[in-house]
Each structure stands twice: as structure tokens, then as C-alpha cells.
């Protein structure tokens, strides 16, 4: 691998294997729509895996798991369980997935992006990039498998980041059905800012299902507070939970107004 850029995800890559061992698992075993696969579909699969070659996903190299809400309708919460291959120090490209067994359901895909980075974009762009801070620093944010060192250093070096995140499938939602099939157009999604924005039990199934510990993880990060810069988007979905007032030290607002916007898909009829 030449991807000598990985330096601080790359701490993590010999306890990587170890996430596929981990608690998990799907969070529905609602089956999508579709008949079994056949003894022939299968064959042909398992002769494509030894012959085929597969660079972009072999580049995938860390395991995240966390939570989004939709932008549009922050009351639509789900768990992602994210893969990701760090394509420079300041750009991630991640699958996402509704579980981490091998009966999991793509449903996205977000690119994370340095603050340099995001000082670069353009206006018009900033209401799609979602702010990371709180989900670090909240614990929310996990790296399962993976040595509490490790993931620490990992994680840290993602402070200040952002992320762009598009939902395809409703799948993951919690207290929800899920979707059959992907159903109409992708969700743009966001992350929390506060504490009391996630649905009482969603964090915590998690945490259960996964044998983690959100607050222990958000007592270790406790530190990292003077290092978190104030990021655009913090108030993006705070008009959704009122009730909502909590979060670690480090998280706060820019001020950026731009990144508060909603944008909306339409579909142009012939």
C-alpha cells in the first residue's frame, strides 16, 4: 500500500480485523424485498471474489460507528455503521451500512472532510457539510474493536472535520420500519450538537448490542476540548429539539448562517 498519508488512522490498522468480531450485528432483521439468492447466483459470486479484482474497496481501512439524523426532519434518526478509507489527510470517502454482520444493507455514504478543506468550499455549499465535534467528544462516535489508545488517537485526529452524508435506503431508523427497497430521493443527513437531540434508547441499544460505553469514551475525551475549534452548523437542527441545552466542552457555533440552510431536491417532469 502506498498510502503513506494515513499516519494517524493508520495506528489502528493491525486491530482493524478485530471489528468483524465485535458485538453487532443489524439493526433490523427486517429483510429487504427479493427472493433468495440461488446455489447459482452464489457460485458465480465466490468465482468473481477469487478472480476479480477489487482496488477501491480493498482501500478500505477503519470502521466507525455513529448516528445521523435527517436535516429536513431531524426526528428521523438512524445508526450507520461506517467504512472508510482515508484517501489523504484530509479527505475520507466511507460506505455506509445499517449493521456490521454480512446481512447488512448499504443505506449511504458520507465524505469527511478536513476544516482546511471546508474553508475552501464555496457558499453555496456549506448547508450540505455537517459539523463532528459533538459526536467525538460525546462518546457517540466509536471505533469498535479497537483498543481505547487507539481508537482516542484515531478519533482525535478528527476533531474540528466535517462531514457530507447522503442517505439512499431508510434502514437503521430507529423505533421505524424499514424501507423494502430504496424509496425517493436521498437524505441528506446531519449529526448531533447537543445532548437530548438522540431519542432516549437509541444511543444506549447501541451501546448494549455493542458492548461499548459512550460516557466512559466521553471521559477520555474530556481533554481534548482545547484542541476543538468552534465549527459551522452547530445550531443547524437546534430549532428541533428545544428542549435539548447540553453538550462537552468544545462544541459551540461559528456564527456561519450558511451552513443552517435545508437544501431541497426536486425532480424535473418531462
Given at each position: 500500500?502506498?498510502?503513506?498519508?494515513?499516519t494517524?488512522?493508520?495506528?489502528?490498522?493491525?486491530?482493524?480485523?478485530?471489528?468483524?468480531a465485535?458485538?453487532?450485528?443489524?439493526?433490523?432483521?427486517?429483510?429487504?424485498?427479493?427472493?433468495?439468492r440461488?446455489?447459482?447466483?452464489?457460485?458465480?459470486?465466490?468465482?468473481?471474489?477469487v478472480?476479480?479484482?477489487?482496488?477501491?474497496?480493498?482501500q478500505?481501512a477503519?470502521?466507525?460507528?455513529?448516528?445521523?439524523?435527517?436535516?429536513?426532519?431531524?426526528?428521523?434518526?438512524?445508526?450507520?455503521?461506517?467504512?472508510?478509507?482515508?484517501?489523504?489527510?484530509?479527505?475520507?470517502?466511507?460506505v455506509?451500512?445499517?449493521?456490521?454482520?454480512?446481512?447488512a444493507?448499504l443505506?449511504?455514504?458520507?465524505?469527511?472532510?478536513?476544516?482546511?478543506?471546508?474553508?475552501?468550499?464555496?457558499?453555496?455549499?456549506?448547508?450540505?457539510?455537517h459539523?463532528?465535534?459533538?459526536?467525538?467528544?460525546?462518546?457517540?462516535?466509536r471505533?469498535?474493536?479497537?483498543?481505547?489508545?487507539a481508537?482516542?488517537?484515531?478519533?482525535?485526529?478528527?476533531?474540528?472535520?466535517?462531514?457530507?452524508?447522503?442517505?439512499?435506503?431508510?434502514?437503521?431508523?430507529?423505533?421505524?420500519?424499514?424501507?423494502p427497497?430504496?424509496?425517493?430521493?436521498?437524505h441528506?443527513?446531519?449529526?448531533?450538537?447537543?445532548?437530548?437531540e438522540?431519542?432516549?434508547?437509541?444511543?444506549?441499544?447501541?451501546?448494549?448490542?455493542?458492548d461499548?460505553?459512550?460516557?466512559d469514551?466521553?471521559?477520555?475525551?474530556?481533554?481534548?476540548?482545547?484542541?476543538?475549534?468552534?465549527?459551522?452548523g452547530?445550531?443547524?437542527?437546534?430549532?428541533?429539539?428545544?428542549?435539548?441545552?447540553?453538550?462537552?466542552?468544545?462544541?459551540?457555533?461559528?456564527?456561519?448562517?450558511?451552513a443552517?440552510?435545508?437544501?431541497?431536491?426536486?425532480?424535473?417532469?418531462?
Amino acid at each position: 500500500m502506498t498510502k503513506v498519508h494515513r499516519t494517524r488512522w493508520g495506528i489502528a490498522v493491525l486491530s482493524v480485523l478485530a471489528a468483524a468480531a465485535c458485538g453487532g450485528g443489524d439493526t433490523s432483521s427486517t429483510p429487504p424485498a427479493g427472493e433468495e439468492r440461488t446455489p447459482k447466483t452464489a457460485a458465480l459470486e465466490s468465482g468473481a471474489a477469487v478472480l476479480q479484482a477489487k482496488a477501491p474497496i480493498d482501500q478500505i481501512a477503519m470502521y466507525l460507528v455513529g448516528f445521523h439524523p435527517d436535516k429536513s426532519d431531524p426526528q428521523m434518526q438512524m445508526e450507520s455503521h461506517h467504512y472508510c478509507d482515508q484517501v489523504n489527510e484530509d479527505l475520507a470517502q466511507c460506505v455506509l451500512y445499517d449493521g456490521n454482520s454480512d446481512g447488512a444493507r448499504l443505506h449511504g455514504v458520507e465524505y469527511i472532510i478536513s476544516a482546511r478543506l471546508c474553508e475552501t468550499l464555496p457558499a453555496e455549499e456549506r448547508a450540505y457539510w455537517h459539523p463532528h465535534n459533538y459526536e467525538i467528544l460525546s462518546g457517540q462516535l466509536r471505533m469498535p474493536g479497537l483498543p481505547a489508545a487507539a481508537e482516542d488517537e484515531a478519533l482525535k485526529g478528527k476533531l474540528n472535520s466535517y462531514g457530507k452524508t447522503w442517505h439512499f435506503w431508510k434502514t437503521g431508523v430507529y423505533g421505524e420500519p424499514n424501507d423494502p427497497v430504496p424509496l425517493g430521493p436521498p437524505h441528506l443527513t446531519w449529526s448531533f450538537n447537543r445532548d437530548g437531540e438522540a431519542k432516549p434508547g437509541l444511543v444506549e441499544a447501541r451501546d448494549r448490542r455493542m458492548d461499548l460505553d459512550s460516557a466512559d469514551a466521553r471521559g477520555r475525551r474530556a481533554g481534548w476540548a482545547e484542541q476543538a475549534q468552534p465549527q459551522a452548523g452547530v445550531n443547524a437542527i437546534a430549532g428541533s429539539f428545544p428542549a435539548a441545552t447540553g453538550a462537552p466542552a468544545g462544541v459551540a457555533d461559528n456564527g456561519d448562517a450558511r451552513a443552517e440552510g435545508v437544501p431541497v431536491l426536486s425532480m424535473k417532469r418531462p
